[in-house]
Nanobody
């Protein structure tokens, strides 16, 4: 079973930046559309960015477009999320997962906290 491990979160002031990483234990990543999700306290998990299997196509939620950049390295079975100009409303636990077929088992996520 593929395991997902997210990292890179932390506490940052508004306007700051963070780079999240997600590593998969298996090589299924290279053929899958991948996405970054986030879940804030009391809210449903939402998809914030997605990237095609080749990395040539990306798409973002309106709330993060222009501030976040998703990328991937299939040789490392990894996907990344560069987050700039962070806002307090970006505070959430961030997760990665596959968008090809049913979701993989969710990892523990990585906490991002943005202070005002």
């Amino acid at each position: 079973q593929v395991q997902l491990v997210e990292s890179g979160g932390g506490l940052v002031q508004a306007g700051g930046s963070l780079r999240l990483s997600c590593a998969a234990s298996g090589n299924i990543f290279s053929t899958n559309v991948l996405g970054w999700y986030r879940q804030a306290p009391g809210k449903q998990r939402e998809l914030v960015a997605r990237i095609s299997s080749s990395g040539g196509y990306t798409n973002y939620a309106d709330s993060v477009r222009g501030r976040f950049t998703i990328s991937r390295d299939n040789t490392k079975n990894s996907v990344y999320l560069q987050m700039n100009s962070l806002k307090p409303e970006d505070t959430a636990v961030y997760y990665c997962n596959s968008l090809s077929g049913p979701p993989l088992a969710w990892g523990q996520g990585t906490q991002v906290t943005v202070s005002s």
